[in-house]
T-cell receptor, first 113, second 112 residues
Framework: NAGVTQTPKFQVLKTGQSMTLQCAQD?????MYWYRQDPGMGLRLIYY???????DKGEVPNGYNVSRLNKREFSLRLESAAPSQTSVYFC????????????FGPGTRLTVT | QKEVEQNSGPLSVPEGAIASLNCTYS??????FFWYRQYSGKSPELIMF????GDKEDGRFTAQLNKASQYVSLLIRDSQPSDSATYLC????????????FGKGTKLSVKP
């Protein structure tokens, strides 16, 4: 049981490049989340998926898109990376949207130059 | 007003002492409260949650909730150097199930 996994662990992009961050969970959870964590800002919710087939914006969605591919997988796409998107990105999952207990993946450290 | 506030620290305690971490929140509709531990360079790890007023104990950890004062705390008894980490308080956004608001965290340092 790996829990929540994320790929890649590290990534460097040039401004304007695109990439997709991958997240998968094997806990049969219904809800999944993407956060970013910046120094002095704490964790901020980018997008979430309450259940398979649904996605909604969080606090800071601009510049990102998401896809809930199936119950296990939730990806985050940066279409045109900007230096302001340099951050550590965490994926999390919870049993369902009524359960607030979220479990986090190991994170992706992204640098945009 | 910030939604979830924590003292950023660092909070330094000697080994074996009680560490007390505090958190206040602004949304009176919040019903669920969480403490996460985050080691440097690692992801947040859920260590406690509390939904009702009062105390909840789990091993060396005790979470305390006072909804009237909009205050939640985490006590760590018999603190160990391995408890040195940043502790994040999280609160559900009232009326929005599953949507958590995180504080910026308190850095705890336990000195041997």
């Amino acid at each position: 049981n790996a829990g929540v996994t994320q790929t890649p662990k590290f990534q460097v992009l040039k401004t304007g490049q695109s990439m997709t961050l991958q997240c998968a969970q094997d806990m049969n959870h219904n809800s999944m989340y993407w956060y970013r964590q910046d120094p002095g800002m704490g964790l901020r919710l980018i997008y979430y998926s309450a259940s398979e087939g649904t996605t909604d914006k969080g606090e800071v969605p601009n510049g990102y898109n998401v896809s809930r591919l199936n119950k296990r997988e939730f990806s985050l796409r940066l279409e045109s990376a900007a230096p302001s998107q340099t951050s550590v990105y965490f994926c999390a999952s919870s049993p369902n949207y009524q359960s607030y207990e979220q479990y986090f993946g190991p994170g992706t450290r992204l640098t945009v130059t | 007003q910030k939604e979830v506030e924590q003292n950023s620290g660092p909070l330094s305690v000697p080994e074996g002492a009680i560490a007390s971490l505090n958190c206040t929140y602004s949304d009176r509709g919040s019903q669920s409260f969480f403490w996460y531990r985050q080691y440097s360079g690692k992801s947040p790890e859920l260590i406690m949650f509390i939904y009702s007023n009062g105390d909840k104990e789990d091993g060396r950890f005790t979470a305390q909730l006072n909804k009237a004062s909009q205050y939640v705390s985490l006590l760590i008894r018999d603190s160990q150097p391995s408890d040195s980490a940043t502790y994040l308080c999280a609160v559900n956004r009232g009326g929005s199930q599953g949507n958590l608001i995180f504080g910026k965290g308190t850095k705890l340092s336990v000195k041997p």
